[in-house]
């Protein structure tokens, strides 16, 4: 399970992150899938939990409009992506612009983890504080 927030190493001219080890952790192979997140950060799954949300997502017909919304932007933002063996990678470049990062922040969020700019991680923890 991703849990806990990390502040990774990263090069912002080359769009290179270090996954923190306890994320590494976690993950069954080398390789991840990232994709378009909600409130503009980016999803990271190891493979198996990827093909785990895939399928719940195939799983609603797809005559339902939201769930065709849903997976357009789910499926239409994936990217496989190999790790180094550091741990790094690339972001690539339409997910980097739809998270806006420049200073991220990886944070554990159960069954994947997210990388946000760290700046919209903070307004975000606010708005949560607002519901209550």
């Known amino acids: 399970m991703f ?3 990390y502040k990774p190493s990263f090069d912002k001219d080359s769009r ?3 996954l923190p080890k306890k994320i590494r952790d976690y993950l069954a192979t080398s390789g991840i899938v990232l994709s378009y997140g909600f409130e503009e950060c980016i999803f990271g799954f190891d493979t198996r939990s990827f093909e785990k949300e895939s399928e719940k997502q195939l799983a609603v017909s797809i005559a339902d409009r939201s769930a065709r919304n849903t997976r357009r ?3 239409s933002s994936a990217r496989h992506v190999e790790l180094d063996n550091q741990g790094r990678f690339v972001i690539p470049g339409d997910l980097y612009q739809w998270a806006k990062i420049s200073d991220p922040l990886i944070i554990g969020a159960g069954d994947h983890f997210e990388i946000w700019e760290q ?3 903070e307004e975000q923890k606010r708005r949560f ?3 209550r």
């Open 16 to 18: 290179r992150i270090a």
């Open 129 to 131: 504080g607002e519901k």
């Open 73 to 75: 932007f789910f499926f």
């Open 3 to 5: 849990l806990g927030s």
């Open 119 to 121: 700046e919209l991680w």
